[in-house]
T-cell receptor
Framework: KQEVTQIPAALSVPEGENLVLNCSFT??????LQWFRQDPGKGLTSLLL?????REQTSGRLNASLDKSSGRSTLYIAASQPGDSATYLC?????????????FGTGTLLAVQP | EAQVTQNPRYLITVTGKKLTVTCSQN?????MSWYRQDPGLGLRQIYY???????DKGDVPEGYKVSRKEKRNFPLILESPSPNQTSLYFC?????????????FGPGTRLTVL
C-alpha cells in the first residue's frame, strides 16, 4: 500500500531564505507526483507536476525534483516571501488502474516571517 | 478562466437531512473525483468518474452517492448525513489518467453535520 510522508510537518523561516520541503513515498511504481499549495479557504492550487520519466520541473522560484528509485521528491523554494506561507502537499498517482486517485501526504505548514 | 467550482462553500446541517454539494468544471475534463480532507488523515478519494454515466467507488464511499449526467458536473449526495461526515470536501478534475495527468481542485466545501 502506497504511503506518502512529508517532513517536516511545520517550518518557519525568515523572508529571503531558500528552503526545501521533503516528500517520500513507499512504492516507486508511480505515474507522476504533483505538488500543491493549500491556502485557508482557497482549496488546492497545483504547483508542479513531475511525470515518472522526468527528474525535475521548474516554475519561477519553485523547483521540484523526483528520484523514483529512492522514493523521494523535494520542493525547493528560492528567496522565500511572506506570500509563500501556506500548507504544501505532495501527492502521487500509482501506476496501473484507472481510478485517477492521488495519494496525498499530510503536508508541510510553511510560515515565512517578514 | 479554467476552474473547478463547488457550491456551497460552507454548510451546517443536521443529522439525516439530505444534501447535495455541486461541482462543475469548464475544462472539458473526462475525469472527476471527490475527496475529503480530515486532520491527521489527509485527503482520501470518495468517488471518481471516468466519463459521463461512468462512476466508481474510491477509498471511502460509505454514506455518499454521486452522479455524472453531464460531462461538466459531478454532484456529491449525502442522503442521510451523519456527524462523522463532518469534513472538508474537494472536487477535482483532469483530462487524462496516467503520467501526463495534472489534476485541478475546487475551492472546497466545509461541511458540518450536527
Amino acid at each position: 500500500k502506497q504511503e506518502v510522508t512529508q517532513i517536516p510537518a511545520a517550518l518557519s523561516v525568515p523572508e529571503g531564505e531558500n528552503l526545501v520541503l521533503n516528500c517520500s513515498f513507499t512504492d516507486s511504481a508511480i505515474y507522476n507526483l504533483q505538488w500543491f499549495r493549500q491556502d485557508p479557504g482557497k482549496g488546492l492550487t497545483s504547483l508542479l507536476l513531475i511525470q515518472s520519466s522526468q527528474r525535475e520541473q521548474t516554475s519561477g522560484r519553485l523547483n521540484a525534483s523526483l528520484d523514483k528509485s529512492s522514493g523521494r521528491s523535494t520542493l525547493y523554494i528560492a528567496a522565500s516571501q511572506p506570500g509563500d506561507s501556506a500548507t504544501y502537499l505532495c501527492a502521487v498517482m500509482n501506476y496501473g488502474g484507472a481510478t485517477n486517485k492521488l495519494i496525498f501526504g499530510t503536508g508541510t505548514l510553511l510560515a515565512v516571517q517578514p | 478562466e479554467a476552474q473547478v467550482t463547488q457550491n456551497p462553500r460552507y454548510l451546517i446541517t443536521v443529522t439525516g437531512k439530505k444534501l447535495t454539494v455541486t461541482c462543475s468544471q469548464n475544462m472539458n475534463h473526462e475525469y472527476m473525483s471527490w475527496y475529503r480532507q480530515d486532520p491527521g488523515l489527509g485527503l482520501r478519494q470518495i468517488y471518481y468518474s471516468m466519463n459521463v454515466e461512468v462512476t466508481d467507488k474510491g477509498d471511502v464511499p460509505e454514506g455518499y452517492k454521486v452522479s455524472r449526467k453531464e460531462k461538466r458536473n459531478f454532484p456529491l449526495i449525502l442522503e442521510s448525513p451523519s456527524p462523522n461526515q463532518t469534513s472538508l470536501y474537494f472536487c477535482a478534475s483532469s483530462r487524462w489518467t496516467g503520467e501526463y495527468n495534472e489534476q485541478f481542485f475546487g475551492p472546497g466545501t466545509r461541511l458540518t453535520v450536527l
